[in-house]
């Protein structure tokens, strides 16, 4: 990376990030979530992650509103259908076109939350009286998560809408959907008394799975019934680690650092204390700790780096590390890791700024 000492490093990341990922569409703008040399492909995660970036880079005057309302365009031009808010989940390159599969016009509910949340912010930040509605287009998204993904049994978001009625996965969570900062800012901004009742027990069940090992690693996926939460088996959704810590649990670290309770940084304190005892840090390892894989992942350094920074002074050495990482490191062409860097850069350049 050619450094530029006047320039911040987070935002030459945001620089790199924005020309290699962001597509320009006739329907909206999105982020290419596609592996390298595939077929491009949009995501509502990536599009989540599109302006959470967006959002934040505008915050600090390296991105403008014309760029975040491209984004917002092209979630609005995929939404599922004309009652259900959410994002149809992925959509792939056909022609000049970005076209949504049938058996793909279903939510993932990570992506939505990103997408409300972005929204929410954009209105703290240009209000919603211009050319977008932010405010309401968040409300109406919250109140399709409410409606199309709740789980009232559990008090729980289900992985999607097409899971809420299956007897099969109706009970299943992504563990790194449990972010109780959301769901807490979603209730101030709305008043709706479920948003508070998913915040606590996002809080409950993180902290049960995180007391069920000595390691402090959670899972991918896990089930939630209504006294009981246990890890996914193998293949419950998307693969054979789907009960250990990979490529979703990654997230859990740098969510749980967006909310400075004392319960959810002793979760984030177990892990870091995990770990701060790793000579690397590698991408996935089995709930008692044993690496899935012999490499490393910016994608599972990136959160670990804003956790360890929220707890510097125990965790001095992993921060300085991780950190240096994040911010000196060239992004690599994985969507996944390089967005996750460029995230956890603005995480710990805002940390940064608070603490100045």
Request: charged fraction near 15%; proline fraction near 3%.
């Amino acid at each position: 990376m050619h450094e530029n000492p006047a320039v911040p490093k987070v935002h030459l990341l945001f620089e790199q990030w924005h020309s290699k990922y962001i597509k320009a569409t006739a329907d909206g703008n999105y982020v290419n979530g596609a592996l390298p040399q595939k077929k491009a492909t949009a995501l509502s995660e990536s599009q989540g992650y599109g302006m959470l970036v967006t959002i934040q880079a505008a915050q600090k005057g390296w991105a403008t509103q014309h760029d975040f309302n491209r984004l917002v365009t092209y979630y609005l031009n995929h939404q599922i259908n004309a009652q259900n808010h959410l994002m149809a989940w992925k959509q792939t390159k056909e022609g000049n076109s970005m076209v949504t599969a049938a058996k793909n016009n279903v939510s993932a509910t990570d992506g939505d939350l990103d997408i409300a949340y972005s929204l929410l912010q954009a209105d703290s930040f240009w209000g919603s009286t211009g050319k977008v509605n932010y405010q309401q287009l968040a409300h109406k998204i919250l109140n399709s998560l409410l409606r199309y993904t709740y789980q009232r049994e559990t008090n729980l978001l289900t992985v999607g809408d097409w899971a809420l009625n299956s007897p099969q996965y109706s009970k299943l969570i992504r563990t790194s959907d449990l972010i109780p900062a959301y769901y807490q800012y979603f209730y101030r901004k709305t008043k709706n008394q479920s948003w508070k009742l998913i915040a606590k027990k996002s809080v409950a069940v993180l902290n049960t799975l995180s007391a069920q090992n000595k390691t402090g690693l959670l899972p991918d996926f896990a089930y939630s019934h209504l006294n009981t939460v246990s890890s996914a088996t193998p293949y419950s959704l998307e693969g054979a680690n789907d009960g250990n810590y990979a490529w979703n649990a990654t997230r859990i670290p740098w969510r749980l650092a967006l909310n400075n309770s004392q319960v959810l940084q002793k979760i984030n304190k177990k892990l870091l204390s995990f770990f701060a005892k790793q000579s690397t840090i590698h991408a996935g390892y089995t709930l008692s700790g044993k690496q899935l894989v012999p490499y490393s992942s910016m994608a599972f350094t990136a959160p670990i780096a804003v956790a360890a920074m929220q707890n510097s002074k125990q965790f001095a050495a992993l921060s300085a590390a991780t950190k240096k990482s994040v911010l000196n490191d060239k992004l690599t062409g994985n969507y996944y890791a390089d967005t996750l860097q460029v995230l956890s850069a603005f995480s710990l350049e805002n940390m940064g700024e608070d603490n100045e």
